[in-house]
């Protein structure tokens, strides 16, 4: 299982066949303290970093693993499968051709895109940021949850339009 500082790659250490890694990531590492809605139980990395030339190097990963999420309707708690490919180059500031700011200043390819600012690359933000765009934003214990709890029946709906300010009528036609 590595520890934060074990995803520090030193530059000198990726040869020419690259840099494998496959390792159990420390789940301490990546849970919250203040969100009990996600449990993460076990997180295992198989990944390899490359050099693409003299200064640019490439991460390509598959993370999987189990962690426990609350069903954003019922409250239940679940085992949910994590299972994400991926991958994320590290370029030098100035190399960093791949950068195409929007109008919100954005970068387009944040995500697969890292600077290397020293003679070391850090590869644990990529996996952290990964593992937890991995997790559905609102979880589901299962298709049935919403059938067996649905939270507005028709009767319900009718009985709140009938309680609707009647001035706002004029607007319902735009």
């Not at 500082?5 to 303290?33: A, K, M, P, Y």
């Not at 949910?80 to 390819?109: A, T």
Request: charged share 25%; proline share 3%; aromatic share 10%.
């Amino acid at each position: 299982m590595k520890n934060r500082t074990e995803f520090l790659i030193s530059l000198q250490d990726i040869r020419e066949e690259g840099l494998h890694i496959n390792s159990g990531v420390d789940v301490s590492l990546i849970s919250f303290e203040d969100d009990h809605s996600i449990e993460f139980i076990e997180i295992n990395l198989d990944g390899k970093v490359s050099r693409i030339n003299t200064y640019e190097y490439v991460f390509k990963a598959r993370i999987g693993g189990l962690c426990h999420l609350s069903c954003s309707i019922c409250l239940e708690v679940f085992q949910f499968s994590i299972d994400e490919s991926f991958r994320v180059f590290f370029l030098p500031p100035l190399n960093n051709k791949y950068h195409q700011e929007d109008e919100s200043g954005l970068v387009s390819r944040d995500l697969e895109i890292s600077d290397i600012i020293s003679e070391e690359i850090d590869l644990f933000p990529s996996i952290r940021d990964h593992i937890l765009l991995s997790l559905p934003v609102q979880p589901r214990c299962g298709e049935d949850c919403s059938k067996a709890n649905s939270v507005l029946s028709l009767s319900s709906v009718e009985t709140e339009i009938q309680k609707i300010d009647n001035r706002w009528f004029a607007l319902k036609d735009f």
